[in-house]
């Protein structure tokens, strides 16, 4: 099963007001490892940045007056969710919005084009009831460092969502386990364990500079090094 992390940044708060998206961030986690395959863009939303949200996600009108509208990039944000199941903190909101995309362009909804929809935030409200369970409490309490996370932004933050989706999930059996198990008719259950055997292909040149380009982008919109850049230098230090 595929999964896609997604967030989406707006105008502002309330679709029914016409609010629109203006950035969506989505990252793969496949076999509950988080790939570098994602698809990231802003959006010009034809209309003004409320003043609220810009101090939420510092994106202002001038950064989105060149960037394509929703109908330019739907096909695109379609083509990379479609057939997988989505992790959005507070999904209503996301999906209220992305819903709001398409039926303007007469394309549906989004249920028309993936599999399902988890919602984290309702997931931490079980795991921790009566506690904080926006993402910055959920990384301080489950251990996933952002502090590279000063604004919000959609792509840094499906990132850290996935980390902490994996950090709530992390015990219970694997994914890829809960999919492949079966019970045989003495009632024990069996795993195929052949479909544990992931390949792990040396990545080319072509790959390590893109994914070098990726943690450049995510750097830049944190004004700061990202986790993953940080492991590396350790852990070259280290073998040195």
Same mark, same amino acid.
């Given at each position: 099963m595929r999964y896609v992390v997604l967030d989406t940044e707006t105008t502002g708060l309330e679709v029914r007001q016409g609010h629109r998206i203006i950035e969506i961030g989505c990252i793969e986690v496949n076999g509950r490892q988080v790939t570098d395959h994602h698809f990231h863009q802003y959006i010009n939303p034809e209309r003004e940045v409320d003043e609220g949200a810009f101090q939420v996600h510092g994106i202002s009108d001038e950064m989105l007056a060149d960037k394509p509208k929703f109908k330019q990039i739907a096909k695109d944000f379609l083509d990379f969710v479609q057939g997988s199941t989505l992790i959005i903190h507070n999904a209503a909101f996301d999906i209220g919005f992305l819903d709001g995309e398409l039926e303007r362009l007469g394309m549906g909804k989004m249920a028309d084009y993936v599999d399902g929809v988890i919602d984290s935030l309702g997931m931490a409200r079980e795991m921790f009831p009566g506690? &904080? *369970?926006?993402?910055? @409490? !959920?990384?301080?309490?489950? %251990?996933?460092?952002? @502090?590279? &996370?000063?604004?919000? %932004?959609?792509? =840094?933050? /499906?990132? #850290? =969502?996935?980390?902490?989706?994996?950090?709530?999930?992390? %015990?219970?059996? /694997? $994914?890829? #386990?809960? =999919? *492949?198990?079966?019970?045989?008719?003495? %009632?024990?259950?069996? #795993?195929?364990? /052949? @479909? $544990?055997? $992931?390949?792990?292909?040396?990545?080319?040149?072509?790959?390590? @500079? !893109?994914h070098q380009a990726y943690l450049a982008d995510i750097e830049k919109a944190a004004k700061g090094p990202s986790v993953w850049s940080t492991i590396s230098q350790t852990t070259d230090e280290q073998a040195a």
């Open positions: 506690k &904080r *369970n926006n993402l910055d @409490a !959920l990384c301080d309490r489950l %251990g996933v460092n952002n @502090a590279h &996370r000063q604004l919000h %932004g959609a792509l =840094l933050d /499906s990132q #850290i =969502l996935a980390e902490v989706y994996l950090a709530m999930t992390r %015990g219970q059996d /694997s $994914l890829v #386990i809960d =999919l *492949n198990a079966q019970h045989d008719d003495d %009632g024990v259950e069996r #795993i195929k364990l /052949s @479909a $544990l055997n $992931l390949p792990e292909p040396e990545p080319t040149e072509e790959e390590l @500079a !893109l």
